[in-house]
């Protein structure tokens, strides 16, 4: 089985930067579509940025021209950069991505744990 583990998260000041990490774990064959999603307390889960496995990318509105989604195929690692901040940016950030784990098997859906973006002076 295969597992993603977000990393970047923390405590910015708005306008401030940071930089979001995913990395997936275990034996990948694989490694299809790749999105950012964000979900703040009563929200829904939205998504913020996917970028296929041949480097089309598509933003939400709320991030275009402040977020740039990002990845590496030979370490099956995705990257969001995140400048520009603002308060409404502060949500728990998600890692998606499609993987074949097995080398006969579908390719599934994965979710990484979440890590939390706060944007606050």
């Known amino acids: 089985q295969a597992q993603l583990v977000e990393s970047g998260g923390g405590l910015v000041q708005p306008g401030g930067s940071l930089r979001l990490s995913c990395a997936a774990s275990g034996t990948i064959f694989r490694f299809d579509l790749m999105a950012w999603y964000r979900q703040a307390p009563g929200k829904q889960r939205d998504m913020v940025a996917i970028i296929t496995r041949d480097g089309t990318t598509t933003y939400a509105d709320s991030v275009k021209g402040r977020f740039t989604v990002s990845r590496d195929n030979a370490k099956v690692m995705g990257y969001l950069q995140m400048n520009s901040l603002k308060p409404d940016d502060t949500a728990v950030y998600y890692c998606?991505?499609?993987?074949?784990?097995?080398?006969?098997?579908?390719?599934?859906?994965?979710w990484g744990q979440g890590t939390q973006v706060t944007v606050s002076s």
């Open positions: 998606y991505a499609a993987l074949q784990v097995t080398i006969d098997g579908d390719v599934n859906d994965y």
